[in-house]
């Protein structure tokens, strides 16, 4: 090392750190403008004290702009693969993000991808699963934990039996045992086989949720459309509370626990 020089882990770390001060920013900018992961999602979650219930956001803790880089990724990453995949990398990140259709987009994706390289992105293209909480949780923007404890109290839905017409919740209740790093709680409905419709449910996103109870709901009415006819018999439903995203599969990213109950839709 010549006098005078910088060690290179310190210039290393004072380049990281800059780069995750640029992504804060631009970020906030993303959640100003309407970007922010508490529009993406009608799954409510609220933390029990006693007999009281207190609403809270998608983002739980100190990691405020998690929820904002998983509604970012989870908008643009389908793009900025097509992008690579049709035009290719030889320009760099900038040759890539220019071509997304909002400029703050752009600069956003710049961020990342100068943060972690090209080739980030193309192992992004050769990802099987790439989901867009793992991606904010490998840039280091949204928490990790291991081991990660949660258990489902019940899942309920009210009516049990419903009709067309009707407005179906589903009510969940589960237990953080330990702290999270960036968790997930979903509820899904499974249709019979011989309804011909898509399961359907939401997620909303726990980051550094504190143990103790929590209480997480979702509505719908059954209005027949060409996704979900609603025919008639019973629908399964599924609850889950994972960290990371549920249904994916990457090494930091596992399900805590489930839960199984279902409702009836009458002629």
């Known amino acids: 090392r010549c006098p005078g020089q910088d060690p290179p882990t310190m210039s290393l770390f004072v380049k990281t750190k800059d780069k995750m001060q640029k992504i804060a ?83 956003v994706c710049n961020i990342l991808c100068d943060l972690k390289g090209i080739q980030y992105f193309i192992d992004l293209v050769n990802d099987a699963d790439p989901d867009p909480v793992w991606i904010c949780m490998s840039l280091n923007v949204c928490p990790t934990a291991a081991g990660v404890q949660a258990k489902i109290l019940s899942i309920t839905p009210s009516p049990s039996s419903a009709k067309r017409g009707d407005l179906v919740t589903i009510s969940m209740n589960f237990q953080m045992l330990n702290n999270s790093g960036t968790a997930t709680a979903a509820i899904f409905v499974i249709p019979p086989e011989s309804d011909g419709g898509e399961p359907f449910g939401n997620s909303a996103l726990l980051v550094n949720a504190a143990p103790g109870q929590y209480s997480a709901s979702i509505h719908f009415h059954i209005k027949p459309n060409q996704d979900e006819p609603f025919t008639p018999g019973v629908y399964k439903i599924e609850g889950a509370i994972c960290e990371g995203d549920c249904g994916s599969h990457h090494s930091i990213e596992y399900t805590m626990t489930k839960g199984f109950s279902q409702f009836t839709v009458t002629k």
């Open 25 to 107: 920013v631009a970020l906030a900018l993303l959640a100003l403008l309407g970007f922010a992961a508490a529009g993406t999602s009608d799954l409510v979650v609220a933390k029990r004290d006693g007999k009281k219930l207190t609403p809270i956001n998608n983002s739980v803790g100190d990691s405020s702009w998690c929820p904002t880089c998983v509604s970012f990724m989870g908008q643009a990453i389908n793009q900025i693969i097509n992008i690579i995949v049709q035009v290719g990398i030889e320009g760099g990140c900038s040759a890539v993000c220019q071509l997304l259709p909002s400029p703050l987009e752009q600069t």
